[in-house]
């Protein structure tokens, strides 16, 4: 039974660069989430994926960042021109649920730590 | 806006002690309310919920009462271990708005001594 898992789980990049960050959900989950976590602060929310569309992207900071799923499992998190701000870790997440019914926990990878230098 | 406000920490406790981790939250609408943890090294996970005004609850010794009239979820064990040092979230989902993502707190850090 494998959980969320995340790859790279550290990446280090130089300013200006583009950098993909994938998320592997666990087996079964219709809603993948993303967040991103700065040092000190609790998990900010990205994008929401309910199958293979995104069904709430308010949380995108900014064009640079954008967010795939298109088969309804994996998803892929792009970031362009990084900049040395979107240091954080960025975190996934997997509902079997659909968000607004009550049993919608939602399961955690372990992070990817990115790094822009 | 929602928003949930937590204690600062890091809080330092003996082991066996008492812990009470304060949390406050703001929203529009009748939310639900969770306590997620993280361990060293680990993904955050859910340590207790409760979905409506009065519920409490509980988990591996924890426990939490929805206030709505404190507008609080304070989260409380009787006798801490070592095994509980982490990083504690509290968050909310706010059924009555137009989204359900969580909005989580800045996290307490509870580091237990022997």
């Known amino acids: 039974g494998a959980g969320v898992s995340q790859t790279p789980s550290n990446k280090v990049t130089e300013k200006g660069k583009y950098v993909e960050l994938r998320c592997d959900p666990i087996?079964?989950?219709?809603?993948l989430y993303w967040y991103r976590q700065s040092l000190g602060q609790g998990p900010e929310f990205l994008i929401y994926?309910?199958?293979?569309?995104?069904?709430?992207d308010s949380g995108l900071p900014n064009d640079r960042f954008f967010a795939v799923r298109p088969e309804g499992s994996v998803s892929t998190l792009k970031i362009q021109r990084t900049e040395r701000g979107d240091s954080a870790v960025y975190l996934c997440a997997s509902s079997l649920a659909l968000a607004g019914q009550t049993n919608n926990e939602q399961f955690f990878g372990p992070g990817t730590r990115l790094t822009v230098l | 806006g929602d928003s949930v406000t937590q204690m600062e920490g890091p809080v330092t406790l003996s082991e066996e002690a008492c812990l009470t981790i304060?949390?406050?939250?703001?929203?529009?609408?009748?939310?639900?309310l969770f306590w997620y943890v993280q361990y060293p090294g680990e993904g955050l996970q859910l340590l207790l919920k409760?979905?409506?005004?009065?519920d409490k609850g509980s988990n591996k010794g924890f426990e939490a009462t929805y206030r709505k009239e404190t507008t609080s979820f304070h989260l409380e064990k009787g006798s801490v271990q070592v095994s509980d040092s982490a990083v504690y979230f509290c968050?909310?989902?706010?059924?009555?708005?137009?989204?359900?993502?969580?909005?989580f707190g800045r996290g307490t850090s509870l580091i237990v001594h022997p």
């Open positions: 968050a909310l989902s706010d059924r009555a708005g137009g989204s359900y993502i969580p909005t």
């Open positions: 304060n949390c406050t939250y703001t929203a529009t609408g009748y939310p639900s």
């Open positions: 087996s079964g989950h219709t809603a």
């Open positions: 994926f309910q199958g293979t569309g995104a069904a709430d």
């Open positions: 409760a979905t409506k005004a009065d």
